[in-house]
């Protein structure tokens, strides 16, 4: 078991980023944080591994005060998994598996026959092992991110955002495989999401975090969906219940705005977030405002002619707050609000039930 205790982190004095944390996470099961972009998600899941220290409060596993364990072993006895699969791009998809087992000193024709097995357990073929991670679709990266994760056969499995960047299909896929998985494998997951549905589907237990990094609900997915505790659950999670119906209907009534983009690499931004794109356009990731790299990952992206569903969903997931927009090309036309994606769903839904109440 997993257990934070009066945890709060602060990276600026005065806004904690997490606030006096309590949470049990059982051991063996799936326990999704979910929240909107900037609630402190990120960062409760990697004080687990030490990526980020506490500022005060207590993390232990199996009782024991993760402060006391040197992080590079903390972090052996944890896979992450992100985003961005965070590959070695100038390593084959078979040596980015290699690798931990090697750190491991597991000699290497054994290295290379569990990574095989790996790979198909993730449903890739053994002939994708020879290719570089450029040479692969978005959801086979990240199928590679899950196999390098649990190369070193962790007991615990951490994953930040792990299937926010692919297109709504493999996400589906990705999810199935994740569930198939664990009923085999058992690990202990903590698994950051910013989508209620996803959450849903694969937490066996769900904590919804708020704004400040406050946990406004703790519990197994329906009762959250049954009897949320707040206004903020209510709304977090019935915005996107209504929102349901709604996968079909075009987003084309969501105002873009023009984006603000910067050529990267390159001068750093001024002012608010600023996000980065490449020679032809397309988004690389964003700058968090008077910075310059890190480059922050994206989210999903909201293409022309797409669902209001994917343009809140790209709102949701971006850390700047602005859902990037692109046309057919993959180039950036704009930025959506999620404010403004909202309001489009209360109007496309009032203008449905009109008819009826009209009856
Ligand atoms: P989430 O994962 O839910 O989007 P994060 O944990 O990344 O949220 O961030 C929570 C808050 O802490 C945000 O306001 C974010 O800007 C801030 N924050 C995160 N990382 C850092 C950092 N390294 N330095 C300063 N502020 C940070
Ligand atoms: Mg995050």
Redesign the pocket.
């Known amino acids: 078991m997993i257990e934070f205790a009066n945890v709060t982190?602060t990276?600026?004095p005065g806004?904690p980023?997490?606030e006096n944390l309590n949470l049990r996470i059982d051991t063996g099961k799936i326990t999704v944080?979910v929240?909107?972009?900037?609630?402190?998600?990120?960062?409760?899941?990697?004080m687990i591994n030490r990526m980020?220290e506490p500022s005060s409060g207590t993390i232990t596993v199996g009782g024991r005060n993760i402060s006391t364990i040197a992080a590079p072993a903390l972090r052996r006895s944890m896979g992450y998994v992100m985003q961005s699969a965070g590959l070695l791009p100038h390593r084959t998809v078979m040596d980015n598996v290699t690798t931990v087992l090697r750190l491991n000193r597991v000699p290497r024709p054994a290295a290379r026959r569990r990574a095989a097995e790996l790979l198909d357990t993730v449903g890739l073929s053994a002939a994708l092992g020879r290719r570089y991670p450029n040479q692969l679709s978005g959801g086979q990266q990240q199928r590679v991110g899950v196999a390098r994760a649990l190369a070193a056969d962790p007991p615990v499995l951490l994953m930040?955002?792990p299937f926010s960047a692919v297109d709504p299909v493999v996400r589906a896929e990705l999810q199935q495989e994740l569930l198939r998985l664990q009923r085999d494998l058992a690990k202990t997951i903590v698994f950051?999401t910013?989508d209620i549905d996803e959450a849903t589907l694969l937490g066996d237990k769900v904590a919804v975090?708020a704004t400040g990094?406050r946990v406004a609900q703790y519990a197994a997915p329906e009762e959250i969906l049954r009897a949320p505790v707040d206004d903020f659950v209510a709304a977090f999670v019935g915005r996107d219940r209504g929102f349901r119906h709604l996968s079909f209907d075009a987003g084309a009534s969501v105002p873009v705005h023009p984006a603000p983009t910067v050529p990267y690499p390159g001068a750093p931004s001024s002012g608010g977030w600023a996000l980065a794109v490449d020679a032809g356009n397309r988004p690389l990731g964003w700058l968090?405002p008077g910075t310059g790299d890190p480059l922050r990952p994206g989210g999903s992206l909201f293409r022309a002619g797409d669902s209001l569903r994917n343009a809140l969903d790209a709102a949701l997931s971006s850390?700047s707050g602005l859902g990037v927009a692109v046309d057919a090309a993959g180039g950036v036309i704009g930025v959506v609000r999620a404010p403004e994606v909202l309001a489009a769903i209360d109007a496309a839904r009032a203008s449905r039930n009109e008819p009826k109440a009209r009856r």
């Not at 929240?35 to 990697?46: A, D, H, Q, V, Y």
């Open positions: 982190k990276y600026q806004q980023a997490v944080f929240g909107p972009s900037g609630c402190g998600k990120t960062t409760s899941l990697r980020v930040d955002e950051v910013h975090f990094g968090a850390p």
